[in-house]
């Protein structure tokens, strides 16, 4: 078991301290983030994008996401891992058990879906196994040729109403933990405020439990040349990877970090 478990994190919730959540695929970030106080390290499918060069998260594997799980797990000393299902590998209840049960036998602590209330039976059966489930809500890049682009949720009323029904029936159901994308902050306040599970934020304003950030993302990297809002440069005025991490860690718990600048408005 890893020094920070569930029970960690929802006491940070109870206390108000906020939780440092950031993407890691390899040791010796884990290593560099762990040193740090990162409490929560995702293998993000986002490694399709950032690792392989991918225009998407949609081609990455099981087997992809496993190999990279198994390396964090190698430099990791005491964060809880996440793990994401990647594209397709959650489509049936079977599909989803087989495919969690590769992860966490890879070194994942707890497994990442994205959708909504339909996944409630999903999640009950990974809990019943063992298996704790975080759920992401709002802009779930596996969708995007869904959504058209990679655009905010939640702005009008009757889809910020389907996610605070989505939230509250997946935490029912027995999600551990919620994480928001690209939703108004005003919104995601409300369903952090009505969650009893950690909510963690990406583009979703100051109010959530925690936040996100994708690593190559807050180092300044960007294969795309195009940096989304919500994203803050922590290298900038640093001198290594580790003290940016640090200012990382620093703003989220100091509450500095997301700005209003980085999140949307309702
Ligand atoms: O894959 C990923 O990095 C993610 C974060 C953006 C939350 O899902
Ligand atoms: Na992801």
Not at 79 to 106: G, I
Request: proline share 4%; hydrophobic share 45%; net charge negative.
């Amino acid at each position: 078991m890893p020094d920070v478990t569930l029970t960690t994190l929802q006491g940070l919730k109870q206390r108000g301290e906020k939780i440092a959540m950031l993407t890691c695929y390899d040791a010796t970030f884990a290593q560099t983030a762990c040193q740090v106080g990162v409490e929560v390290l995702l293998v993000g499918d986002s490694l399709g994008m950032v690792l392989q060069g991918h225009d998407s998260t949609l081609p990455t594997s099981v087997s992809d996401m496993a190999y990279h799980t198994a390396c964090v797990k190698r430099g990791n000393h005491g964060a809880l891992v996440v793990t994401d299902l990647p594209f397709m590998a959650y489509a049936t209840l079977e599909q989803a058990l087989e495919s969690s049960a590769a992860l966490m036998r890879a070194g994942a602590h707890m497994v990442k879906l994205e959708g909504g209330a339909w996944l409630c039976e999903t999640v009950t059966r990974l809990a019943e196994n063992g298996i704790p489930a975080c759920v992401h809500l709002g802009l779930t890049p596996q969708s995007v040729n869904l959504f058209g682009g990679y655009k905010v949720q939640g702005r009008d009323e009757g889809r910020a109403r389907q996610l605070r029904a989505d939230a509250e029936a997946l935490e029912r159901a027995g999600a551990a933990m919620l994480l928001l994308e690209c939703v108004p902050s005003p919104l995601a306040e409300q369903i952090t405020q009505a969650a009893g599970v950690p909510v963690i934020g990406i583009g979703a304003g100051a109010a959530t439990d925690g936040q996100v950030l994708v690593m190559h993302d807050m180092l300044g990297l960007s294969l795309s040349g195009r940096t989304p809002k919500f994203v803050k440069n922590f290298m900038a005025g640093q001198d290594s990877i580790q003290a940016a991490f640090a200012a990382y860690v620093s703003a989220v718990k100091q509450g500095e970090f997301p700005a209003v600048e980085h999140g949307f408005s309702a």
